[in-house]
């Protein structure tokens, strides 16, 4: 009997489609979820309830199992630390093959404060011994509605930096093939990109003339970004997580296109244009 594929995130945005699209291949499945309660019921599909952080329920939801797609975990301060738990744990259940979604340019001076969390995570799993692949995807172009203000102004301090944001499906469909044949990317790293690089004017001017709305790109200075954040009442490293995403695309660490879409999904990378046409928008944040 074939083993089980495992799927973090499946009540998510990124597991959940992940899920459905090895439904719909047929491919049996165990799911990982904190609250399984909440999770999609798919012939061949089992359910598992496990957290990072909880060593042993992970490693029990993934006993059994060979690969495993772990989609990173909540936007919390100890998210590093219920990283390395989980990896940890499939080491420990006899996982053979850890396909990790990543951030496009993870490196431990990376200016977005998240990326640095990846990069330290990838190097956790390397040092495990695991057979890996990591899968670095860019800013989410479905997230890009969401950055735009009640008054239509997306504010952050971007400069003329350029951001290859990538559809959210497009990430779905790469790691679907990497899931069913994970032997052909053993210690590979996958740069997803959309297919061309934008500025957040560009990006402005996109939204303007797929939802009609009058949408313009304000860049902001750091101390201004911080400011007008603070309205959120969210958490320093939250807001500084917030901020440093732009500043990031300001220093060129977003700029760059791969074809690794193609190459894995067999379909080009989809524009931003035809994601925001059926994207309701996402709330302010980081990755």
């Not at 300001?250 to 994601?275: C, I, K």
Request: glycine share 10%; proline share 6%; hydrophobic share 45%.
């Amino acid at each position: 009997m074939t083993a089980p594929i495992a799927v973090t995130g499946a009540t998510g945005r990124l597991g959940g489609r992940v899920a459905a699209r090895l439904a719909a291949r047929g491919a049996p499945q165990r799911l990982v979820a904190r609250r399984p309660e909440r999770a999609p019921s798919y012939p061949g599909a089992t359910v598992a309830a496990a957290d990072y952080a909880d060593r042993a329920a992970v490693r029990q939801a993934l006993s059994g199992t060979d690969t495993v797609l772990m989609v990173s975990g909540a936007e919390e301060p100890d998210r590093l630390a219920a990283h390395r738990t989980f990896v940890d744990a499939a080491v420990a259940a006899g996982v053979g093959h850890l396909v990790y979604i990543s951030f496009f340019g993870a490196a431990p001076d990376a200016t977005f404060t998240l990326a640095r969390d990846h990069w330290a995570t990838e190097q956790h799993i390397r040092a495990s011994g695991l057979p890996f692949t990591f899968l670095r995807d860019n800013l989410y172009a479905d997230f890009m509605p969401g950055l735009v203000g009640d008054d239509g102004v997306i504010r952050g301090p971007a400069r003329c930096g350029r951001a290859a944001v990538v559809a959210q499906d497009d990430i779905v469909d790469a790691a679907v093939a990497v899931l069913l044949a994970p032997a052909d990317h053993v210690g590979r790293t996958y740069d997803l990109t959309g297919p061309e690089a934008l500025t957040m004017a560009e990006i402005a001017a996109v939204l303007q003339r797929e939802t009609g709305r009058q949408i313009v790109f304000h860049d902001e200075t750091v101390d201004e970004a911080f400011e007008s954040r603070r309205v959120y009442g969210a958490p320093d490293w939250q807001v500084e997580a917030w901020v440093s995403t732009y500043t990031a695309v300001a220093a060129g660490e977003l700029d760059g296109v791969s074809d690794a879409v193609e190459r894995l999904s067999g379909h080009p990378a989809t524009p931003l244009a035809r994601v925001v046409r059926g994207s309701r928008g996402m709330p302010r944040g980081g990755r």
